[in-house]
């Protein structure tokens, strides 16, 4: 019995040793707020760009407190930021990544000003609130806790601000993969691309994002026979164009089910409606007689799912003609193509053009966009799952490993062999529909999803990244 209380006290010794210390949360709370509606009310606009106020804000944090920061910029007015906390080295470091640019704004649309930081009913009103500095300042957050608790840790944490995702990757994180990777060489990276959803104020489930499509563009090109309008033409050049243009909107790509899709649904199910399971289930039925009736349910009534299923087209531009009176002799379309991960884009293409069917009507890809085709993140990695047992641990809820039907720059770093995961805050279903959204022209986060997005980083690092 001896023998066995002295083990006890030994393996409790050993626990308590391990266990990190908690911050106080309620001044963590106090100076989250402090720093977010700081760098929300900074305009950082992408284009023109301009993130040096908000690096330069969170460099000043990060060396108070002694945090060592790098900066790299392709210009001046629109640096990267780097920082690092080192551990033992027993393990390949965790890499925390946020932009600091947001899409633009109109301001006459906007109730609250969309740089005022307006603290409203809860909600904290701004551009760049959801997308992305809410995880900027999480992470920033946690790399001052790290500092400050002196958590003994195995592996290095890097915190990567950056420039230009918005739509100048170049400045960004092309910019520090292509030129300074082993400044950001990680195992594992967690980014946006993912979020919790709340219904009726309460977290349903959690996205995390370990897989993305690859965007393409496919261009329609229609030429015929020029002429008065007063005389209608068989080979009217956008008559052709737009039964082109129609045939690909109604066309269904086949479906491609991976590990992640597959995964998503199988977990959505356990937390729907009986009806809604069933569909769910029914779309990884190999049988098309079973799948097929769900699928096409929802592509009238779930379209953001139907495109998790597939390569997805959405006509988006349309140019011919100038002026009234003339048929034009040639006229384009322009087609955003988001190819699943494991599609052939030849292959796909030669699809497309059968369904077109049309020798007056050519079909090429258009520009290629720079977001490489990736590998998925691993389902069972250990950063997985401390991200799962921490969704559980912060918002009771299920997690869905979710394949995004946009693009992020974890593309970039995937590509190089790193495990990446997106996650972000909670947000209420309804956000989006009614303009409350990302790059919406009312963007906004509840200010407690906030603080509670704070809390889950916090542990989501700790749980990869402290001393075993």
């Not at 002694?66 to 990267?80: C, K």
């Not at 995004?404 to 947000?427: E, H, V």
Request: proline share 7%.
């Amino acid at each position: 019995m001896r023998a066995a209380l002295v083990i006890a006290t030994l393996l409790s010794t050993s626990l308590l040793a391990q266990t990190p210390a908690q911050p106080d949360w309620a001044k963590v709370d106090e100076e989250t707020l402090k720093h977010f509606l700081a760098i929300v009310k900074m305009d950082t606009t992408d284009p023109p760009g301009g993130e040096k106020p908000v690096v330069d804000y969170i460099k000043q944090i990060l060396e108070a407190e002694g945090i060592a920061v790098q900066t790299f910029a392709l210009e001046p007015h629109r640096p990267n930021l780097v920082a690092r906390i080192k551990g033992s080295g027993k393990q390949r470091p965790l890499l925390l990544m946020g932009h600091s640019d947001t899409v633009n704004v109109d301001p006459k649309k906007w109730i609250h000003p969309p740089f005022g930081g307006v603290r409203d009913g809860g909600y904290i009103y701004g551009r760049g609130t959801v997308d992305d500095k809410d995880n900027v300042i999480a992470n920033v957050m946690t790399m001052l806790m790290l500092k400050r608790t002196g958590v003994k840790l195995d592996r290095d944490v890097i915190l990567l601000i950056e420039a230009g995702e918005e739509g100048t990757s170049r400045l960004g994180i092309q910019f520090m993969a292509n030129q300074h990777f082993a400044e950001i060489d990680a195992e594992f990276c967690y980014a946006e691309g993912g979020g919790v959803t709340r219904q009726n104020g309460e977290a349903k489930y959690a996205r995390v994002q370990t897989v993305e499509k690859i965007p393409r563009a496919i261009t329609v090109t229609s030429k015929g026979v020029a002429g008065h309008g007063s005389v209608p033409l068989e080979s009217n050049a956008l008559a052709h164009l737009g039964e082109a243009v129609g045939a690909i909107a109604a066309w269904t790509p086949p479906m491609r089910i991976n590990e992640t899709t597959a995964a998503y649904f199988k977990r959505l199910a356990t937390v729907s409606t009986p009806e809604e399971a069933a569909r769910y289930r029914a779309l990884l039925n190999p049988d098309p007689k079973i799948s097929g009736p769900a699928d096409a349910y929802l592509r009238k009534n779930e379209p953001s799912h139907w495109s998790m299923l597939r390569t997805s087209l959405s006509p988006t531009m349309i140019t011919g003609g100038y002026r009234t009176n003339v048929i034009p002799s040639e006229g384009t379309a322009n087609i955003d193509t988001r190819l699943a991960p494991d599609e052939d884009p030849a292959k796909f293409l030669e699809l497309v053009k059968q369904v077109v069917n049309d020798p007056q009507v050519e079909v090429s890809y258009g520009a290629r966009d720079t977001r490489p085709p990736t590998p998925t993140a691993k389902l069972d990695s250990e950063a997985f799952k401390a991200i799962e047992s921490n969704i559980t641990k912060h918002y009771k809820s299920i997690t869905l490993p979710t394949m995004s039907t946009g693009a992020t720059d974890m593309a970039f770093l995937r590509q190089k062999g790193m495990q990446c995961y997106g996650i972000g805050p909670a947000l209420d279903i309804e956000d989006g529909p009614k303009g409350f959204g990302a790059h919406s022209d009312q963007e906004r986060i509840l200010e407690s999803e906030l603080y509670r997005f704070v809390r889950f980083t916090w542990d989501a690092v700790v749980d990869v990244a402290r001393a075993k």
